[in-house]
């Protein structure tokens, strides 16, 4: 059964897409997804239609390193309530585990999970299996961007990672990674992934919100 989602990081890719001068119709081309139906509060749409669409913007720009741009460019705003939600949250652990649940349901069916934690040091672990080929590597370059924009959002300092990860070879823009990423890159690795320094799971995030931390995640659920 393939999953229905959110439409709402699609609505992020339509701006970032018509401020580098393509519009709705060609982004959205082949996907099945209408304007008028993305102004429907109820519109809910799956997996294959998000990767259409990736598919569009890769082929419309002709810049492999779309994921990571994109990536860079995201702000807490772009996740609607799940954003308010994390930023609600007494710690970054909090905010982390909030992400790794629910962050399929604004976007692609990309699965996230903690991996080991070393003192202040911890890692996120990425699975793409519903992806594959430029889709997939895509996807992997946003959420590794996006871990470092939120992170530094949501703890208000800067987000240092200490090595990322991809468990594919080398693309042909892999000189861009440097770019964006100042940390140690490797590729062929067994997993897709990032290790961070600081900050650590147990940051006190300035944002909490006690009363709506307290909702359970099953409301949250409801109201994504």
Same mark, same amino acid.
């Given at each position: 059964?393939?999953?229905?989602?959110?439409?709402?990081?699609?609505? &992020?890719?339509?701006?970032?897409?018509?401020?580098?001068?393509?519009?709705?119709?060609?982004?959205?081309? +082949? !996907? +099945?997804?209408?304007?008028?139906?993305?102004?429907?509060?109820?519109?809910?749409?799956?997996?294959?239609? &998000?990767?259409?669409?990736?598919?569009?913007?890769?082929?419309?720009?002709?810049?492999?390193?779309?994921?990571?741009?994109?990536?860079?460019?995201?702000?807490?705003?772009?996740? +609607?309530?799940?954003?308010?939600?994390?930023?609600?949250?007494?710690?970054?652990?909090?905010?982390?585990?909030?992400?790794?649940?629910? &962050?399929?349901?604004?976007?692609?069916?990309?699965?996230?999970?903690?991996?080991?934690?070393?003192?202040?040091?911890?890692?996120?672990?990425?699975?793409?299996?519903?992806?594959?080929?430029?889709?997939?590597?895509?996807?992997?370059?946003?959420?590794?961007?996006?871990?470092?924009?939120?992170?530094?959002?949501?703890?208000?300092?800067?987000?240092?990672?200490?090595?990322?990860?991809?468990?594919?070879?080398?693309?042909?823009?892999?000189?861009? &990674?440097?770019?964006?990423?100042?940390?140690?890159?490797?590729?062929?690795?067994?997993? !897709?992934?990032?290790?961070?320094?600081?900050?650590?799971?147990?940051?006190?995030?300035?944002?909490?919100?006690?009363?709506?931390?307290?909702?359970?995640?099953?409301?949250?659920?409801?109201?994504?």
């Amino acid at each position: 059964m393939i999953p229905l989602l959110r439409p709402t990081k699609l609505r &992020y890719y339509l701006t970032a897409m018509q401020a580098r001068g393509f519009g709705p119709a060609a982004v959205l081309a +082949g !996907s +099945g997804v209408t304007q008028a139906r993305l102004r429907d509060a109820a519109f809910l749409m799956d997996s294959r239609q &998000y990767e259409i669409v990736i598919s569009n913007m890769l082929r419309l720009t002709g810049n492999p390193a779309l994921g990571l741009e994109l990536g860079a460019s995201v702000k807490l705003t772009n996740f +609607g309530i799940l954003a308010h939600a994390m930023m609600s949250a007494a710690t970054l652990r909090e905010a982390v585990a909030l992400w790794v649940r629910y &962050y399929n349901l604004v976007g692609m069916t990309i699965q996230l999970r903690l991996g080991e934690e070393r003192g202040s040091r911890w890692t996120m672990l990425i699975d793409a299996q519903g992806t594959e080929g430029e889709v997939r590597r895509f996807c992997i370059e946003e959420i590794v961007m996006t871990a470092n924009r939120l992170g530094a959002a949501l703890c208000d300092q800067p987000y240092q990672p200490e090595r990322c990860f991809f468990d594919y070879p080398p693309p042909a823009h892999a000189a861009r &990674y440097a770019d964006f990423l100042p940390c140690d890159i490797e590729f062929a690795a067994p997993q !897709s992934g990032m290790t961070t320094r600081a900050p650590g799971l147990d940051t006190r995030l300035e944002g909490h919100d006690p009363e709506f931390n307290e909702w359970s995640p099953g409301t949250i659920l409801i109201l994504l």
